[in-house]
């Protein structure tokens, strides 16, 4: 399903950092400090599932295995990852975590597994790529992340790592955006750079959320004060 290289790299406040390059695309870092150091949304994942929402042992189901880094030496949760390439696993532990990986892999299509699974996580994480820029196509539709959300908790959480202009202001941007909100309802958007034509993007929705349409204020219809207090 692809091909795999690791490597060394230099990146400023690394220790001798390596690549995971999936299609020759840079698909993970980790590097030989202590604690190691990740690929920067990696560490905002983390950050966000174990200081933000305090999550201690929730399950966390990965769609996109890469190299396994969300759960590297992480004891507090349960992971499953879900990758329809059954060499990956195996490459990571070898050749660039060298050691097993924490939690449960699971070989199949992404958007399979969570049609079928009668599973329900407290996170889904989005993480495919077949390339640096491209997310198969079956797996941007709204058929799609209905059915990430099918897979979650009454109380669960989506977070997609998406690959967009910092800008969000391309077709393609607005689009994706605009399905899964539709799905969702209003989600977090968290532009992670905003120094190159395409940067980490992360989407964390709520499956608490009833997705509903927005009207706009306007001087004539103003209803800002009504919906502050409602929403007290």
Known sequence: YATYRVEAVAIPGYVAPEVLRINNSPASILDAGEPPRYARYIRRLRDLLLDELGFRGRSVLVLGAGGFTLSHREPLNRYVYVDIDPAVKEIAERDFLREPIRGEFVVADARAYVRDTALRYDVVVVDVY????????????????????????????????????????????????????????MCAVEVLFRDRPLGNVLVTCSAAAAPQVAEPYTDERNRADIDLLRSR
């Open 130 to 185: 077949s390339a640096l820029t491209s997310i198969p196509a079956h797996l941007v539709t709204r058929e799609f992340w209905r059915t990430t959300r099918r897979a979650l908790a009454a109380d669960g959480v989506m977070v997609a790592n998406l690959l967009l202009d910092p800008q969000l202001a391309t077709p393609y941007a607005r689009g994706l955006l605009a399905t899964i909100q539709a799905e969702y309802g």
